[in-house]
Nanobody, 121 residues
Framework: QVQLVESGGGLVQPGGSLKLSCAAS????????MAWYRQAPGNQRDLVAS???????DYADSVKGRFTISRDNAKNTVYLQMNSLKPEDTAVYYC???????????????WGQGTQVTVSS
């Protein structure tokens, strides 16, 4: 199995910055796409940003120009640099990866437990 552990959330003032990390561990044969999602109370879980193992990125329109997703394949880690944060960015942020635990496993999605980001003065 693949485990994902997020870190880096917290309370920040509007206009501030945070950097989230998500480290994959456990049985890992291959990591494919990695992504960040977020879910605010009463809302659905939405895609924030994604990155392929060829470093192709994609962003939600609401975060383009403010957030940057990156990955370190040697560390099995994905990052989300969040700048110019707004109160509407407040949510629980979840990491997701599509991965194969063993060579004979089909790819499947794995989720982290989430980290809270609160943007407030």
């Amino acid at each position: 199995q693949v485990q994902l552990v997020e870190s880096g959330g917290g309370l920040v003032q509007p206009g501030g910055s945070l950097k989230l990390s998500c480290a994959a561990s456990g049985s890992i044969f291959a990591l494919y796409n990695m992504a960040w999602y977020r879910q605010a109370p009463g809302n659905q879980r939405d895609l924030v940003a994604s990155i392929t193992n060829a470093d192709t990125t994609d962003y939600a329109d609401s975060v383009k120009g403010r957030f940057t997703i990156s990955r370190d394949n040697a560390k099995n880690t994905v990052y989300l640099q969040m700048n110019s944060l707004k109160p509407e960015d407040t949510a629980v942020y979840y990491c997701k990866t599509t991965a194969r635990a063993r060579s004979y496993n089909a790819p499947r999605d794995y989720w982290g437990q989430g980290t809270q980001v609160t943007v407030s003065s």
